[in-house]
Each structure stands twice: as C-alpha cells, then as structure tokens.
C-alpha cells in the first residue's frame, strides 16, 4: 500500500469518528414522505429515518434520530448525506455496493458503475467494519432502514414498542 494510500485511509477513518461524535442530520422531518425503524438488538442501536421526496422523484432531504454506538450514528450520518439529490434506483445501488464491500473487498466492477467516486470512497472506508463480523450489523443498520423505508409496501409509521 501506498503511503497515499494510508493518509486517504486515515483520513475516512477521521472522517467516520467525527460523524460519530457529531451526526449530520441529526433531527426529524415532519412530516416525511418515508419513514421506518430500524433497530439492531445485538448492540442495542436504535433509529429512526425520515425521508423527503422532491417533485423529480429525488431524495430532497434525508435525516435520522435514535440512539447507538458510533459507528451505526456515523453510518446513519453518512448516509443521509449521501442520499440527498439521489433516487430511490441509486440509493439502492449504494446499498447493493456497501452490503457487497461489508461481506468482501473484492466487488464485481459493475456494482461500482455510476456511482460517484466521493461515495464509494466512503462506504469502503466504513466497509472496513467487516473485520468485526458483530459490527456489520452497526455499520449496515442505516442502510437496512433505508430499504424498508423505500418500499412501498412497508408500514412508514414509527412501531411502537
Ligand atoms: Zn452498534
């Protein structure tokens, strides 16, 4: 590896602490176009994500709240930025892609085919979590979320528990 290669690497990792400590979108939408929990027992991480569709059909705002360790908050934090400006296809190929990197490294190169560099950057950084199988659940709670907050037949509304 390249001495490049590690600054890059030092600097996602940076990167995934600071969304831990300080999420992005940290708050609720009222009232969301999609909305759904998700809750991971192993660890105990807990959110809530609300979604907001513009007029073209893309993700004009993104937001989350809930309670977690660091990484399912980074993870939740990265996420609603990188959806943002994205359609629901898109969105769902990023998933395809973080949840293909979380299992192994090596990708079929289709899985990368229009997404943006900036993001995939990103989800490799955060894929590197699949050296701790109990944290793949944290990493891919936002993510798990999102696929059901993004289907139509899903119940939006907050389970009560
Ligand atoms: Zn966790």
Known sequence: MSETDNDLR???????LDHGKRPRNFHVI?????????HNPLCGDKLVLFLRVGEDGRIADAAFQGTGCAISV???SMMTEMLK??????AKKLWA?????CKSNATPADMTEGLAEDDIDRLQALSGVRHYPVRVKCATLAWRTLESALDPKAV???ATE
Request: proline letters at 3%.
């Open 74 to 76: 980074a993870s939740a």
């Open 97 to 101: 892609y973080f949840e293909a990197v």
């Open 156 to 158: 939006k509304k907050v």
């Open 30 to 38: 009222d009232p969301a176009d999609c909305e759904a929990v998700g």
């Open 10 to 16: 030092e600097l996602y990792q940076d990167m995934i």
């Open 85 to 90: 400006g994205k359609t629901a296809a898109e």
